[in-house]
């Protein structure tokens, strides 16, 4: 059985760099997105680092959730993560790669079935694996009036 589902979000330009994220459907709290100097004024995470933010917390809630599926209840779990910037072939600034370091707060012999928690966790992780297969994306850009100027292929 095929099972999909949505997550949909909607930005607004404040000014300069700077955005306002909405979760559509949700009754969470706007976010606030700029660029770093010299582009935009630090007035909130970059999508660099949200990406990164997103594999490190969808990792640690992996974790968790593989943990707790072997009737562990650990400790808080701390993680920190870097990514690794880079210009490609045509000069563009892209993620070359990120790294993640989970932090149990639990000694390994505490903790039930640890060695298949640690053989399936990664794989509960959407971000990671979805970043990992190369997620495709569609682009379409439409103009002030709604007619389309440009699409691009998804994988393109």
Known sequence: MSETTT??????????????IRFDGTALADLVTDEPAPLGHDAGPNPARLLLAALANCLSASLLFALRKFKNAPGPLRANATAAMGRN???????????????????AASLQNLERVLAQFESFCIV??????????????????????HGSRVGA
Do not use: K, N
Not at 14 to 20: L, M, S
């Open 128 to 149: 990671t694996e979805s970043v990992r297969a190369g997620v495709p994306v569609a682009v379409r850009v439409r103009d002030g009036r709604g007619a389309l100027v």
């Open 7 to 20: 997550v949909a979000l909607s930005i607004e330009q404040i000014a300069d760099f700077e955005f306002r």
């Open 89 to 107: 072939a045509e000069g563009r600034w892209r993620i070359t790669g990120a790294e993640v370091e989970l932090q149990l707060a639990d000694p």
